[in-house]
């Protein structure tokens, strides 16, 4: 589950429709929920969505299990334009690595485009099969510059890029074969030899990863007595030692399969319950669980919650297979916007946040609100598209505008810890 700047959702998963309209594993929302009819007749798989990732160009990277996407061949993963046709200038040569199938679980693109997707693969030809591996952004083949993830008795579910570049792999181990359940490598895919990775011989995964402020690591799953701390969630520092001053006490009684930091430093949990934790693990009081989503009552695999996403106003989407309380059906998506979620407040952004000059001609300067943590700066054309992206920006920074037609442009500023700013420019020759 992805969010667009525009306010839209594109979807993936494991369905057939979206109340009524036929949608085959992805499909995209409008902000208030309703289909995108259009979209989702064109971007269609004929197997599970797992993954997806939004290119700073707009264009949607798709994982998953699949061997065709909107209505082209293409195996575990492809890219779709914004309309939901296929980019046919994206093409990925991967194979199949064995009975196995190929399967893309976890996606990430790098501040320079490139494109980290984990899962089980082959990528570089042959048989020899990649669990983490690194495309080029604009072609889809694979990237020279980086070494491949591919240790034995492991898999890859989860992937969380820090802002140092380097990146945190969240794996999966099978019985009796000793396997790596976390690590983290450098951007170029060599191992972090600084960081302290986690082995276990026993069946456990790791479903989720996320960050705080502070750099340290929150990672969900099912452990299965690997290392020490809790069976399903646990807060390791930056050097990967589990941190035991965080001491989750929420109720989840299985696998975590989804994790989300609020701006306001509190996690969000999901599984069979969404629970939100305070900084040192204990339920946050003020967010009321019992009538927050629960995993349906189904014979079916994957109950419960399999994503989150917090909107830039503090409102929750939640998704899976959930019983929202007070129902009487089971529902694949709902958005929270009780009391009990946190609004972001973006007054300070926004009272910081300045541009100048207007009218610009060959450069736009931009000072940012560095307390409230400036993610992406993206400059839009009159109709909404990107034509300038920076990622991971400082707070004082120049746009070049060379190359840019003349005529009125907005600046949108997105935050960490406050909702998005946007200013209007005007651009002269």
Do not use: C
Request: charged share 15%.
């Amino acid at each position: 589950m992805i969010r667009q700047p525009d306010g839209n959702y594109v979807l993936g998963g494991v369905f057939t429709e979206i109340n009524g309209t036929p949608a085959n594993n992805l499909a995209r929302l409008l902000p208030d929920g309703t289909v995108d009819a259009a979209f989702t007749a064109a971007s269609g798989a004929n197997g599970p969505v797992l993954a997806l990732a939004l290119q700073p160009d707009g264009k949607i990277v798709v994982g998953g299990s699949f061997s065709a996407l909107s209505g082209q061949k293409r195996l575990a993963v492809g890219r779709l334009l914004a309309t939901g046709a296929i980019d046919n200038a994206f093409m990925p040569s991967l194979a199949d690595p064995g009975n196995a199938g190929s399967t893309v679980y976890s996606l990430a693109v790098q501040p320079d485009n490139r494109i980290l997707l984990g899962g089980y693969f082959s990528v570089r030809g042959g048989a020899t099969r990649q669990l983490l591996d690194r495309l080029d952004g604009a072609t889809g083949q694979p990237d020279a510059d980086f070494q491949p993830y591919q240790p034995a008795n492991t898999g890859v579910y989860s992937l969380l890029l820090l802002p140092s570049g380097k990146i945190v792999v969240g794996g999966a181990v099978a019985s009796y074969q000793q396997g790596i359940l976390l690590t983290q490598l450098h951007p170029n895919g060599a191992p972090d030899n600084s960081f302290t990775s986690l082995t276990n011989s026993y069946t456990s995964e790791i479903r989720a990863l996320a960050v705080d402020e502070a750099g340290n690591i929150y990672a969900a799953g099912s452990y299965n007595s690997a290392g020490t701390g809790h069976p399903f969630l646990r807060r390791l520092r930056p050097n990967g030692t589990t941190d035991a001053s965080f001491d989750y006490r929420g109720n989840q009684l299985n696998t975590i399969k989804a994790l989300r930091m609020q701006p306001n430093g509190r996690l969000l949990a999901g599984g069979r319950l969404l629970e939100r934790m305070m900084p040192v693990g204990e339920l946050d009081a003020s967010f009321l669980s019992k009538d927050a989503p629960q995993a349906a009552r189904s014979p079916h695999n994957n109950l419960g919650i399999n994503a989150l996403l917090v909107q830039p106003d503090g409102a929750i989407l939640v998704a899976g297979s959930l019983l929202q309380p007070g129902l009487n059906y089971t529902t694949a998506l709902v958005r929270l916007r009780d009391a009990n979620v946190l609004q972001v407040s973006s007054s300070t952004a926004e009272a910081r946040t300045s541009v100048w000059p207007v009218p610009s001609r060959e450069v736009l300067h931009l000072s940012l609100d560095a307390s409230s943590a400036p993610q992406r700066v993206q400059l839009l054309d009159a109709l909404g598209r990107p034509v300038r992206t920076l990622l991971q920006p400082t707070p004082a920074l120049a746009v070049p505008l060379t190359g840019l037609a003349p005529g009125v442009y907005h600046v949108q500023v997105q935050y960490a810890k406050a909702g998005p700013v946007v200013r209007r420019i005007v651009i002269q020759d």
